[in-house]
């Protein structure tokens, strides 16, 4: 009985739970992002496809080079066109990003979309005041006087936790910590209530109680405003602790997608193991660590068929060297209807029970 | 046991390497006529510590704890401004350039970049040759032979020896980093960062192959990281360090299952841990509130009270020293104990 | 504040003053002839009698140079040929051979150096920034590309040959003819007299600060801050002249600085070719007729000036640059 409470306050990591809305809000299908450089084009994104529901969280996780920054920055249009090739589409609460002018992009970045950086040192500018950045955006979307958007900064300092807001509102980035320096930065990304939140690796340069600290506050202001957050990371962690789904990313495609519990708990595609294997984990029996072999692969010449079979140890199993010579679909492989993964295993949950799991911490 | 180098004094029964009472405080300039010198940064301020042969001690902490520093000063690049850093029973830390060549060689230092830290203008050969002739360690004629050996043992193909380091990969530069520390033939290795650049696949590559060097070589480390999961899987021991002082030290196992100092407590139970979605109970949260103070004015007495719930009186005005406070742990704190019921739970 | 403002004018009047010693030192004390040097070919005994006593120059060293120092503070008076000459403070000398004190002769040119050295880096900062944000905002169309190269030409012409150009082809055709009247006088005739040479200082260095301005921008426009503005939804145009101006821009007002203080003292090619009576040319005739009180006069009000605007660049760059206020 008290188990049956405990479940509906709080889910598995004893955060409340969030009500998700039925439709997606942001709507990516079939996205190539390519780069043409001298040395060839880069292949950065390549046919990536999700969808996004309001007052959800969905992690999008990978290593350097999978694409995952570059999508985002596409969702938010901020690729310079004159040396991007973009094509498929992204719709934020219907309206088509890709192709719209940079005017009428104006009216979705900022107001219906926002974005958090990694970096909140340098992702502020160092010559204007925290007040000053966040009233920018503000007046930009709202017909208002300098003074109401200084109120308006004022309340969204406190609101994010920064203590003493009136006098931190005149201050600038410089005199703030990095963790109050990330705390403005949300406070600028939400000043104009965005219903979708891209937050790119917010607490990679952050230390871990920080991170923390973040983490929590991002956490309850979706959980007020409701919107939907796109959190990129490379930090499964953070992703067990933050996310409703993960998008694992490889090679500027999804090779996994599902909810967290499920992606974590049992994966289906080998790179999402060899991740799982390779995170030296705090808690457990420490155990050695099964690191995948290789290298992720060039942008500029991706293998042919599965992008991860040069590194997969499991390619042998599957009959008629099919990894090598045909890409897989991002498919549902089992019964469970609610995920997908992108491999040629006939029947990788066993191979997951049987072999990978003992391996794990 | 390996001969005595020439040059280094041994000795005998005394530990590899001991940090006794050790301090960096950098002089900051001050506003001139008025203040020179008035300000200090005390970065490191009484680290004391020992490293036994082979051993592995981690030392973790925030930004600005001072575990970067303590690993320049255990490799001599800074020198400190008090206490006594002796290696194999001798006081190195105030010696001349000239004295201290035979150490420099036994203690070697991995960076954590591995972009910035090889000359972009040298081929691997040449780096790493440099590091063999720098200390006499084969003659001219085998030297080729030796820098393909090493880079064999960190797994990169020998014959890469006339590459330049930008054709290499960010994981296969930070191996050529380790076979340069390596061509000294070292009896510590101080890896300040080593895998913090790297990407989950590749750091777990070469953390397993410290671990295989370590095992094979007997070689110690003091090993550098802010991961706590990182230190956890490579250290036998490890030391919590907050604003320049050590505020735990334990092995590993009592240190992450039954840390006592409330700093340990809230660091653990802020790592975001992948365990919750197998089953592992959710950590009780200690959430610290606010930044860590400023190194040139810390706190009086316990440096962690402006931060910490238990603090009381006594905590601003004596300093704690460490303690054990269970077997192998070692704690710096008055109010000390076990931690609450479900963080052991959750990191057991 | 207060504080960093008084230490940074305390270490320049410092700098200012052991110039002044050392250039008196290497002027009127060296074991060289100052009499014979400045009483030139036709010296009588008695002139060169009244200039060494003028110049108290068989006084001991340093009552000298405090004499000289006194002069500055407070003025003082030169008895040459049985009249005495005032000599108003700042007295910086009297050139026996002008017959005149050397702050007076100073005071008349130092207007025509300013309005010539001012008004070109009026034109070359103006134009060299808006031609370098340009460049840098459409980085490799054409546009950039011969933004660029005309830049590359431009500088590697010598300055002088431009000048004489300028002087021999453009003045009277194109350009009214250099001449300098006082602004006060009649601002008009003020402009158009000085208009050659502004253009030709002006463009000159313009090549230069397109591509300062070029290089600078670029990299701003690079910095994260420009993506999170650009994240905002502002305009592309606000982003540039507000977010990436603002950065980009700190480091070439430095430059421009130390340009001027560099024309300032350095304007001999533009005064001569065109005929503007400035301190170049003061400095110049004052060399030709070894008149060391003009030369020490000008050397002072040189480093002064130099002095100065370094002062003024620090000062200004912590208005600029929040961070480094308080220093």
Same mark, same amino acid.
């Given at each position: ?9 709080? &889910? ?203 983490? &929590? ?27 409703? &789904? ?116 | ?11 005998? @029964? ?39 042969? @082979? ?86 004629? @085998? ?121 340990? /407590? ?12 197998? @089953? ?37 005005? /004596? ?30 | ?46 002139? #060169? ?236 005739? #004052? ?41």
């Amino acid at each position: 009985m008290d188990q049956t409470t405990q479940e509906a306050q709080t &889910d598995f990591r004893g955060r409340r739970p969030r009500v998700p809305g039925e439709e997606a809000y942001l709507e990516v299908t079939d996205l190539q992002v390519r780069f043409p450089t001298a040395d060839g084009v880069v292949q950065a994104v390549d046919g990536l496809t999700y969808s996004l529901p309001l007052g959800r969280t969905l992690a999008i996780v990978g290593e350097s080079g999978s694409g995952k920054s570059v999508s985002s920055m596409a969702v938010m249009g901020l690729h310079d066109r004159k040396s991007t090739f973009m094509s498929g589409s992204i719709k934020i609460g219907g309206r088509e990003i890709i192709g719209m002018s940079e005017q009428e992009l104006n009216t979705v970045r900022g107001v219906e979309a926002a974005m958090i950086f990694q970096d909140p040192q340098s992702s502020m500018h160092p010559y204007f005041t925290v007040g000053d950045q966040i009233m920018e955006s503000y007046r930009q979307h709202n017909k208002v006087s300098k003074k109401a958007a200084k109120t308006r900064a004022v309340e969204m300092l406190d609101r994010v936790g920064i203590p003493n807001p009136q006098r931190r509102v005149d201050q600038y980035p410089h005199e703030f910590s990095g963790g109050m320096r990330q705390r403005a930065m949300i406070a600028m990304a939400l000043v104009n209530d965005p219903k979708l939140l891209i937050a790119d690796e917010p607490t990679t340069a952050l230390d871990v109680t920080v991170q923390a600290q973040i983490l &929590d506050l991002i956490a309850d202001l979706q959980r007020d405003f409701g919107s939907a957050v796109v959190f990129i990371t490379h930090d499964l962690g953070v992703v067990a602790e933050i996310a409703d &789904d993960i998008l694992v990313m490889y090679a500027g495609n999804a090779v996994e997608h599902g909810p967290v519990e499920k992606i974590l708990g049992t994966p289906l595609h080998p790179y999402a193991w060899g991740l799982l294997e390779s995170i030296p984990a705090v808690s457990g029996t420490p155990g050695p660590l099964h690191p995948i072999p290789g290298a992720p692969p060039s942008l500029l010449a991706m293998p042919s068929g599965c992008a991860f079979h040069p590194r997969c140890e499991f390619r042998e199993r599957v009959p008629g060297d099919m990894c090598r010579t045909l890409r897989p679909e991002l498919i549902a492989r089992t019964a469970d209807t609610g995920r997908a993964s992108r491999c040629h295993l006939k029947d990788p949950d066993r191979v997951f029970e049987t072999e990978v799991l003992p391996r794990l911490p | 046991m390996t001969p005595s180098v020439k040059g280094v004094r041994k000795v005998e @029964g005394a530990p590899l390497l001991e940090l006794d009472d050790v301090k960096m405080h950098f002089s900051i300039k001050g506003d001139g006529l008025l203040s020179r010198g008035a300000k200090k940064v005390q970065a490191v301020d009484g680290v004391s510590f020992t490293l036994k042969e @082979g051993e592995t001690l981690g030392l973790v902490g925030e930004s600005g704890c001072g575990k970067s520093t303590t690993a320049r000063l255990i490799t001599r690049l800074l020198e400190p401004t008090g206490g006594q850093i002796r290696f194999q029973g001798v006081d190195i830390a105030h010696m001349k350039e000239r004295q201290l060549r035979p150490y420099r060689r036994e203690i070697q230092l991995i960076f954590q970049d591995p972009y910035s830290s090889l000359n972009p203008r040298h081929t691997v050969g040449t780096i790493i040759g440099t590091a063999l002739r720098t200390h006499d360690m084969v003659p001219k004629t @085998g030297e080729l032979k030796r820098v393909q050996e090493l880079l064999e043992m960190v797994g990169l193909n020998p014959e890469h020896y006339n590459r330049y380091p930008h054709e290499f990969s960010g994981g296969q530069r930070q191996r050529i980093g380790i076979a340069r520390a390596l061509a000294a033939r070292p009896k510590v290795i101080v890896a300040d960062e080593p895998v913090s650049a790297l990407d989950v696949s590749i750091q777990a590559q070469v953390m397993n192959l410290l671990e295989n060097l370590r095992s094979e070589l007997g070689i110690a480390f003091v090993f550098i990281a802010h991961d706590l999961g990182v230190v956890r899987h490579f250290c036998d021991r490890v030391a919590v360090m907050y604003l320049g002082r050590v505020v735990e030290e334990g092995g590993r196992d009592a240190l992450y299952q039954q840390p006592h100092h409330p700093y340990t /407590q809230a660091l653990l139970s802020a790592v975001p841990d992948i365990g919750v979605v197998r @089953g592992v109970p959710p950590k009780t949260r200690i959430r610290l509130q606010g930044d860590v103070p400023s190194p040139v004015d810390p706190p009086s007495g316990c440096r962690f009270r402006t931060r910490c719930w238990k603090a009381q009186d006594i905590c601003a005005t /004596q300093d704690p020293a460490l303690f054990d406070t269970a077997p192998t742990l070692h704690t710096a704190c008055h109010f000390a104990e076990p931690p609450a019921e479900s963080i052991v739970a959750a990191v057991n | 504040m207060l504080l960093y403002f008084l230490r940074r004018a305390a270490s320049a009047i410092s700098v200012i003053f052991a110039t002044l010693v050392a250039s008196y030192a290497l002027f009127l004390l060296a074991p060289t002839d100052p009499v014979g040097t400045i009483c030139g070919p036709k010296c009588t005994p008695d002139r #060169a009698a009244d200039i060494s006593a003028a110049l108290h120059l068989e006084d001991p060293a340093l009552q000298q140079i405090g004499v000289y120092l006194k002069g500055i503070v407070a003025g003082r008076e030169y008895e040459i040929g049985g009249t005495v000459r005032e000599c108003d403070a700042p007295c910086l000398g009297y050139s026996f051979a002008l017959g005149r004190p050397v702050t007076e002769l100073i005071a008349d040119a130092l207007p025509v150096t300013l309005s010539i050295v001012l008004g070109g880096a009026v034109v070359y900062f103006s134009v060299g920034v808006l031609v370098g944000t340009l460049a840098a905002r459409h980085r490799g169309t054409t546009l950039d590309r011969v933004a660029v190269g005309s830049s590359l030409t431009i500088n590697s012409v010598p300055y002088f040959i431009v000048v004489l150009l300028v002087a021999l082809y453009a003045t009277n055709v194109v350009l009214p003819a250099a001449q300098y009247t006082s602004l006060l006088e009649n601002p008009l005739a003020w402009a158009s007299g000085l208009l050659a040479a502004w253009i030709t200082l002006g463009l000159t260095n313009a090549a230069s600060y397109t591509r300062y301005s070029r290089a600078s921008m670029i990299e701003s426009l690079g910095q994260d801050y420009v993506r999170t503005a650009r994240s905002k939804g502002i305009s592309e145009r606000r982003v540039v002249y507000r977010h990436g101006v603002r950065a980009g821009l700190t480091p070439v007002v430095t430059i421009v600085g130390l340009d001027i203080a560099y024309q300032l003292t350095n304007t001999l090619f533009t005064e001569s070719i065109f005929g503007l009576p400035g301190l170049g040319r003061l400095t110049l005739n #004052a060399f030709n007729t070894y008149d060391l009180p003009v030369l020490l006069g000008s050397v002072l009000v040189g480093s002064t000036v130099l002095v100065t605007m370094n002062l003024i660049i620090d000062i200004l760059y912590t208005f600029l640059d929040p961070r480094v206020r308080l220093a």
